[in-house]
């Protein structure tokens, strides 16, 4: 049996790691479109920032190797389901009984006058974006973000903090945000505007409902932005963090049914047989609405290579769907957790809220079961809460305690 | 791999096992040191009481470990023990595990901005935790390849 992958980041990953827990002799190929290596993606604004260099980003050990799974180089620019191969961009071309698209999702561009024909706009996706905003980063003494959601949000953050040459100011970072949040959909508006205060806290500066119109270049090689309320902002430097798409172009003309991303169904398998999709680039079920949704988030792409490299490798195993909110991260020195059912405003939710020293919590409650959780500034016993939603189970004796912010493992065994 | 049972009915709920937690994790491995070690060291296990229970929460190190499966760093790994550890230096706090730990026994140390949790003491042979428990409500098994509910049977009999 020849399994192929295409994409070497952690739903590739995982599926090969499953495929060979289940066949330890099986023809294992993954179709990598970065030559860089195994990294861990959610670091590569600490590249920016310093706080960790390339080494530092990369399994620790090489998890494809160890397994003694096949790596290539390459990109894969068409599958012929027909006869069964993938076309790489070198000419070569590589045959598999059992196919994953693992490809992930790229950069949104949004259509700005002046964007196409700057030098000085980086997304950030990959190693390689990083490493250029970093190199940017030293000269330097504007940057603007278009997008605050987390990516654009990290990518500010990082900037401000980036290595300088000695005596020189941080940079002005400004973040450029449509909508009237930050952080929209990752986090209910109490817990956004909590995490964009401490943001602005560390010299950020935020732009709320507000586009930025196209890219002007100034004199002496400085550039600005013009905004959409008519102001301008100085931006040597241009993040575009407007969200991602899932890479599917090379799909085309395949056969294998696409909408935003890859269609699968809950093995994970597409409408061709033998030809599954998992990750960032796969298009399946959200768990608590139960509609199609693409996820772009590395907890769900891990389960979901898992499971589809299980099934592939000849598994029966069914996925229950993922949660589109499932979020974990500390920004400007706030941790929080967010999961589930967030934004409730008006939608016959029960709502429970807490606030104490500059911490926040809401639960959200429909029925007999937890449907969200927001923890900001104090995340302890997450898990408690996201496991009750994530699992679907109802609360009992315990809704109470739950609903106050008090949920322990012994209450709820009890 | 050896596991850490926990039999509820045996627990008075006195706090033996935090305490020599938090004391096998301070830099001076005494009470007194631990005591006064600023910022103080952290447990790693949890003593908790309801209207009708009370009960140690421990890390299972659970076969397939969500905070395992949900690091994003690199930092979490499975010993040659089958133990579920980090490799400090490589959290990045992000809290992914402990989003995902159901039992919610990974916390976050808020000095040092890291994931932190129960290490199972791989460098002694029974487990703090276990040797402070007075009553035997913390009992290690030595698993072998003993299957589960071999295991648990092990448990049941033991003299209370
Ligand atoms: C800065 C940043 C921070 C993040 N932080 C978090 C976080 O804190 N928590 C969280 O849950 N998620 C986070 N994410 C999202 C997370 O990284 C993704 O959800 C995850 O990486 C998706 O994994 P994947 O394997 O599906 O796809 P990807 O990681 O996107 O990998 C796809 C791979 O496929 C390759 N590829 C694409 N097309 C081809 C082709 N035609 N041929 C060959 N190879 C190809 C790509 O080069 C890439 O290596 C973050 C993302 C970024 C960018």
Redesign the interface.
């Known amino acids: 049996m020849r399994y192929v992958i295409i994409g070497g980041s952690?739903a590739g990953i995982s599926a090969a790691k499953a495929i060979r827990t289940k066949d330890s002799h099986a023809a294992v190929t993954v179709i990598s479109g970065e030559p860089f290596g195994q990294y861990?993606?959610?670091?590569i604004p600490?590249l920016i920032s310093g706080r960790k260099n390339e080494s530092?980003i990369l399994?620790?050990e090489d998890p494809l190797h160890a397994e003694g799974i096949n790596r290539v180089v390459g990109s894969a620019i068409r599958v012929d389901t027909n006869t069964r191969e993938v076309l790489l961009a070198s000419g070569d071309r590589i045959s598999y009984d059992r196919l994953l698209i693992a490809t992930g999702g790229v950069a949104l561009k949004p259509r700005i006058p002046g964007l196409d024909s700057t030098k000085a706009a980086f997304p950030l996706r990959n190693v390689i974006h990083a490493q250029k905003l970093r190199q940017h980063a030293a000269s330097a003494a504007s940057a603007v973000v278009i997008g605050g959601g987390l990516v654009g949000i990290k990518a500010a953050l990082a900037l401000r903090e980036a290595g300088r040459p000695e005596g020189k100011a941080p940079m002005d970072v400004a973040v450029v945000e449509m909508l009237p949040e930050i952080l929209n959909g990752r986090l209910d508006h109490d817990g956004a505007a909590a995490i964009r205060a401490a943001v602005e806290e560390r010299g950020v500066d935020i732009h709320r409902n507000e586009q930025v119109k196209r890219l002007l270049s100034g004199s002496n090689g400085r550039s600005k932005v013009r905004l959409g309320s008519g102001g301008t902002v100085d931006a040597d430097l241009i993040v575009v963090a407007a969200g991602v798409r899932p890479n599917i172009a090379f799909l085309r003309g395949s056969g294998i049914k696409t909408r935003r991303g890859v269609l699968v169904d809950e093995t994970l398998l597409t409408n061709i047989p033998d030809v599954y999709a998992a990750g960032d680039v796969a298009e399946g079920v959200e768990l608590l609405s139960g509609k199609r949704a693409v996820s772009g988030l590395?907890?769900n792409a891990?389960?979901m290579g898992?499971l589809a490299g299980l099934n592939m490798a000849g598994g029966n195993a069914t996925y229950p769907g993922f949660l589109a909110v499932?979020?974990?991260?500390?920004i400007a020195g706030i941790?929080f957790?967010s999961?589930g059912t967030i934004d409730t405003a008006g939608r016959g939710f029960d709502v429970a809220i807490g606030r104490e020293n500059g911490k926040y919590w809401k639960l959200v409650k429909k029925g007999d079961f937890l449907v969200g959780v927001v923890l900001v500034g104090d995340?302890?016993?997450?898990?408690?809460y996201?496991?009750l939603i994530k699992n679907r189970i109802p609360l009992k004796r315990d809704h109470d305690?739950v609903m106050r912010r008090m949920?322990?493992?012994?209450?709820l065994?009890? | 791999m050896d596991q850490i049972f926990v039999k509820?009915e045996k627990c008075m709920g006195c706090r033996s096992c935090e305490i020599a937690c938090a004391v096998q994790h301070a830099k001076d491995k005494n009470l007194f040191a631990a005591v006064l070690q600023t910022p103080p060291p952290m447990k790693r296990l949890?003593v908790?009481?309801?209207?009708?229970?009370?009960?140690p929460?421990v890390c299972r190190h659970c076969e397939d470990a969500?905070c395992l499966?949900?690091c994003?760093?690199?930092c979490l790994?499975r010993d040659q023990k089958g133990f579920v550890r980090r490799?400090k230096e490589?959290c990045?706090?992000?809290?992914?595990c402990?989003?995902?730990?159901?039992?919610?026994?990974?916390?976050?140390d808020p000095d040092k901005?890291i994931a932190v949790k129960c290490d199972r003491c791989h460098k002694l042979d029974t487990p703090a935790c276990v040797a402070a428990c007075p009553t035997r409500a913390l009992v290690l098994v030595e698993a072998g390849n003993l299957s589960k509910e071999k295991r648990r049977k092990i448990v049941l009999s033991e003299s209370p």
């Open positions: 952690i861990y993606r959610p670091l600490m530092d399994y620790p590395w907890t891990q389960e898992r499932m979020n974990a991260s500390e941790p957790v999961a995340i302890s016993r997450a898990g408690l996201v496991n305690k949920a322990s493992y012994a209450q065994q009890a | 509820p949890f908790e009481a309801s209207d009708n229970v009370r009960m929460v969500p499966n949900a994003l760093s690199g790994y490799h490589r990045i706090g992000c809290w992914s402990i989003m995902a730990c159901p039992f919610g026994v990974v916390s976050r901005h």
